[in-house]
């Protein structure tokens, strides 16, 4: 499973969604795969404020399996077009990086957990697989 950098914010900070924290604990402690993508670990350490906490964050997710293109320049335009195509049907996206990371789930037939309602709009339009809490 994919973990949006949404969820962790709030996972590893706020709690706000606890539900959405809940299942992600037990998915944890289950030693399922996590899977990300260097777009997720940077939203995720950017936020940071501490040393001893920004080293410990990425030393765990270091652990993860990460996916990424090996040709970016395709994936640019991909998620471009993944952009585009919301935009058409009304959707803006707020953060553009949101359409790579979805174009990583689609491509590598990833479930994705997150609490950002972009995702839902992308999904609206392409057969990204949500995560249902």
């Not at 709030?10 to 289950?30: A, F, T, V």
């Not at 990424?68 to 585009?84: E, G, H, T, V, Y």
Request: aromatic share 14%; with cysteine.
């Amino acid at each position: 499973m994919m973990v949006d950098s949404s969820v962790w914010i709030d996972y590893l900070y706020h709690n706000q969604h606890s539900d959405i924290c809940d299942y992600l604990d037990r998915y944890l402690e289950g030693e399922k795969p996590i899977f990300c993508t260097p777009i997720i670990l940077q939203e995720v350490l950017q936020g940071i404020k501490k040393d001893s906490d920004f080293k410990r964050i990425r030393q765990n997710f270091l652990a993860y399996q990460f996916f990424q293109f090996d040709n970016q320049l395709q994936a640019a335009q991909d998620a471009a077009s993944i952009f585009r195509a919301c935009r058409k049907k009304g959707f803006t996206i707020r953060k553009a990086y949101d359409c790579l990371i979805a174009l990583t789930c689609l491509h590598f037939d990833l479930e994705l957990l997150h609490i950002d309602k972009d995702f839902d709009h992308i999904a609206s339009l392409y057969p990204l697989k949500i995560v249902s809490v």
